[in-house]
């Protein structure tokens, strides 16, 4: 484990940029941004054309970080045979004993190798020595050895970067603000000595979001790339604090970028998928994520994102699959990191593909742990009436109604109502057939906030009159009249006449009916003006059904009878 810790630490201190005429750029730019396949390949095609010892040091240190001491002796031993003068030679060597855990030995040897490099005022290395102190665990003398190199090129920027990223871990290993401040004035007194320092401008964002200085940070990540678009740290950071932002096309864009460009690992793909998932590019999330789970089927974040997404995407069955495999590893292990979307999307999941008890009782666990999820009341709510449990089903809109007070659409009171009339339906002729009437009124009641609310729309008159119409089974006091009659006109008016057939139909016939009551009534009390009226009344509706459908029995009984 110490080793492993090493290595991190190494690598973390690794990549500064060094602008002798001696060094290869590339590579150096490469190493700086940490992309240590890359460089490793411009350092090898270097030193194929010409040895340099500044090339082999730094190629030996790459393979330190990547834990290959073998090949790393190889490079520190070609140090002296191209530069005999070199100091870096001895300083490769404390690499090593640092790899090996070895740091008494390293200090040592970099105690004896700095008082050359002091007296040669070779910053190079001395920058290199600093770091290797620090890494053995010396954080004093390792800033002396940095402010003697800052006093031997006082224009140079690089001591004071190395200062600022051992302040910066120091503040990261300690959790101590002062730290952070030590390490923000290094990293500015290096932009001051090279106002265009990307690196030096990265960490000193990432020192912003760590004082919650989220604006800061974005500016000055932003003026990093506007004069390097390709700096692959800085793309890594503003797609990471676009994500803590919230700003997730930013975040996708930054750091979809930073995957084209770096050499990523298998944790920044996960993050990528993240930030994808968060800004709605479930395609591609649902295509990445099959990586991960290739090498590591047993991820739980990606087995949830795979989930969530396919069910965005209709992609239910594969959906399922994915959250059942993650619920089984959470029930496993630790189902305290299970979160309430998790059952959200898992019952939503059981539901679309058939188990809606079961997706019930997962969405309820979702309700139990967040109680502001109250969209849920409303899919518990359709899942019962999919179930043909009507009254579970109006319990459960109107929880939602209750929840959600004044933002409730027409179509909810619609389901209400139209469960209810089911159950109206359901009662009539049994043992509990008085309920019937109560059920009829809390229809009425439901339609009527659909009129109110959608009072264009022909829906909410029509399933009133079916309503009042279930009151007045006799037709006797005429109860629905006055809604049919808007239902009609309404639908009427839309000019298509073959869409809506059935609909007008039954408009038609109720208040042909109606009519023909009235005509009735009045014929048997020899009111011969209210009779006249009624028959028209009623013969325009019949006739306006045989339009619409010419072999209409109950028409062609009506009209018969009205002469």
């Known amino acids: 484990m110490k080793k492993v810790a090493s290595l991190f630490f190494i690598a973390f201190c690794l990549a500064f940029q060094y602008s002798a005429s001696s060094q290869n750029s590339v590579a150096m730019r490469w ?20 040895g340099n010892a500044n090339d082999w040091f730094f190629l030996g240190k790459i393979y330190t970080i990547q834990n290959n001491p073998d090949s790393a002796k190889l490079c520190f031993d070609k140090i002296p045979l191209t530069d005999p003068k070199s100091n870096l030679a001895p300083v490769g060597l404390a690499l090593l004993d640092n790899l090996s ?18 007296s040669a005022k070779d910053v190079i290395s001395l920058i290199e020595i600093a770091e290797a102190r620090f890494n053995a665990g010396d954080s004093v003398k390792c800033f002396e050895l940095l402010t003697s190199a800052s006093g031997f090129d006082k224009k140079n920027a690089k001591p004071y970067l190395a200062a600022g990223k051992f302040y910066y871990k120091l503040g990261e290993n300690y959790l101590q603000v002062s730290f952070n401040g030590l390490a923000s004035g290094r990293f500015e007194q290096a932009i001051y000595n090279d106002p265009k320092n ?10 912003n979001v760590r004082a919650r200085n989220y604006q800061g940070a974005e500016d000055l990540l932003n003026i990093v790339l506007s004069h390097d678009s390709t700096y692959i740290p800085a793309l890594k950071g503003l797609g990471e604090l676009e994500y803590i932002l919230g700003k997730f096309g930013n975040a996708s864009r930054c750091y979809g970028k930073y995957i084209q460009l770096a050499e990523y690992s298998d944790k920044d793909l996960s993050r990528y998928i993240t930030i994808l998932y968060f800004n709605k590019e479930y395609d591609k999330v649902i295509s990445l994520i099959s990586t991960v789970l290739q090498k590591d089927p047993s991820n739980p974040v990606m087995l949830r994102l795979k989930g969530y997404s396919s069910f965005e995407l209709k992609k239910y069955p594969e959906g399922l699959d994915a959250m059942s495999k993650f619920f089984a590893l959470r029930s496993a292990k630790d189902t ?39 969209d849920l009341f409303s899919d518990i709510a359709a899942s019962y009436e999919k179930q043909k449990k009507n009254l579970l089903a109006v319990e459960y809109y109107e929880k939602f109604i209750v929840a959600k007070k004044y933002d409730v659409a027409s179509s909810v009171y619609f389901s ?45 008159y029509l ?12 037709t006797t006091l005429g109860l629905a009249k006055d809604d049919y009659q808007k239902a009609m006109e309404i639908l009427e008016a839309k000019n298509d006449n073959q869409r809506y057939k059935s609909d007008l139909i039954e408009s038609y016939r109720y208040l042909g009916y109606y009519n023909y009551l009235k005509f009735d009534a009045a014929k048997t009390a020899k009111d011969d003006a209210t009779k006249d009226q009624a028959k ?23 009209i018969p009878a009205l002469k």
């Not at 009133?464 to 006799?474: H, K, N, Q, V, Y």
């Not at 019949?542 to 028409?555: C, F, M, R, S």
């Open 198 to 207: 990307s690196e030096a401008q990265t960490y000193l964002a990432d020192i």
């Open 31 to 50: 190493l700086e941004m940490q992309q240590y396949g890359r460089a490793k390949s411009e350092f090898r095609n270097s030193l194929k054309a010409s």
């Open 336 to 374: 305290s990191k299970i979160i309430p979307t998790d059952y959200e999307y898992y019952g939503k999941l059981l539901i679309k593909t058939g188990s809606d008890s079961v997706g019930i009782i997962n969405l309820k666990k979702c309700l139990e742990m967040d109680t502001t999820k109250t």
């Open 536 to 558: 028209a009344d009623s013969m325009v509706f019949w006739e306006k059904i045989l339009v619409l459908d010419p072999e209409n029995a109950a028409a062609k009984q009506a």
């Open 101 to 118: 855990g070895n740091k008494a030995q390293a200090l040592l040897t970099l105690d004896k190798i700095q008082k050359s490099a002091l």
């Open 463 to 474: 399933w009133r009159a079916r309503a009042l119409a279930g009151m007045d089974p006799e």
């Open 416 to 460: 209400i109502g139209k469960d209810m009339l089911v159950l109206a339906n359901e009662v009539a002729g049994t043992a509990d057939s008085a309920k019937k009437m109560e059920y009829l009124i809390h229809a009425d009641s439901a339609f009527t906030k659909v009129v109110a609310l959608a009072p264009n729309s022909y829906l909410g």
